[in-house]
């Protein structure tokens, strides 16, 4: 199994800040997932984060916005910038470890 | 693409059975099942690999026709714990853990 610590769990920010979350794994992986979740929807894939490479978005999703950083094979951030009421969604990351995937608690981002 | 379940919504009385169903429009590796209740993260109940392989948990089992690119979620003799939205997620290529989610199946076990 794997057991991943997500912070911060939740935070209110002013619209036009920038937040970075910070996902930490109890092992190492190959690939890491970040995901959000909308209000009452499911969960959409951001982009995966590739240790000493660049990180791979999904459509919809672009570096400018969503910067990742994956320094080593236990750790990753995410950075939600020029943030605007639109972004308040849970913001989860992911890892796969014998087939089964395993989620952070997520972190809340509410933004005003 | 992200896969399409069916129904959106169940509403049960507790012991009784529940379907749910998670359709896909490309071919498929493996198929997740997640559970989550409000405020929570994705819990995994269940994995179906291309093959045959699954792996399970007591009285929730699930299938996958690969042929159909379908899987279902049985929840037998549903208890008040089993309330919450349950996901399927796709993973169409060798098993990366990259999911794609379906929209959420909503279900509440009412006493």
């Known amino acids: 199994s794997a057991v991943i610590s997500q912070k911060p769990s939740r935070d209110i920010c002013q619209r036009g800040t920038s937040l970075t979350i910070q996902c930490q794994v109890d092992s190492q992986v190959t690939m890491m997932f970040w995901y959000r979740q909308q209000p009452g929807q499911s969960l959409t894939l951001i982009a995966t984060?590739?240790?000493?490479?660049?990180?791979?978005?999904e459509s919809g999703f672009v570096i400018d916005k969503f910067p990742i950083s994956r320094p080593n094979l236990t750790f990753s951030t995410l950075t939600v910038s020029n943030m605007s009421p639109e972004d308040s969604s849970i913001y989860l990351c992911?890892?796969?470890?014998?087939?089964?995937?395993?989620f952070g608690q997520g972190t809340r981002l509410t933004v005003v | 693409q992200q896969p399409v379940q069916s129904p959106q919504a169940v509403i049960l009385r507790e012991g009784e059975d529940a379907v749910i169903n998670c359709s896909s429009s490309k071919a498929l590796y493996s198929v997740h099942w997640y559970r989550q209740k409000h405020g929570e993260a994705p819990v995994f109940l269940m994995i179906?690999?291309?093959?045959?392989e699954q792996k399970g948990h007591e009285k929730i089992s699930a299938s996958f026709n690969e042929k159909k690119q379908q899987s279902s979620l049985y929840l037998t003799a549903s208890q008040l714990s089993y309330s919450g939205t349950y996901f399927c997620?796709?993973?169409?290529?060798?098993?990366?853990?990259?999911?794609?989610f379906g929209q959420g199946t909503t279900l509440q076990v009412k006493p």
């Open positions: 179906l690999l291309k093959g045959g």
């Open positions: 992911s890892v796969a470890k014998n087939t089964e995937a395993f």
């Open positions: 984060a590739n240790q000493g490479s660049e990180a791979t978005y």
């Open positions: 997620g796709t993973d169409g290529s060798s098993n990366t853990g990259k999911l794609i």
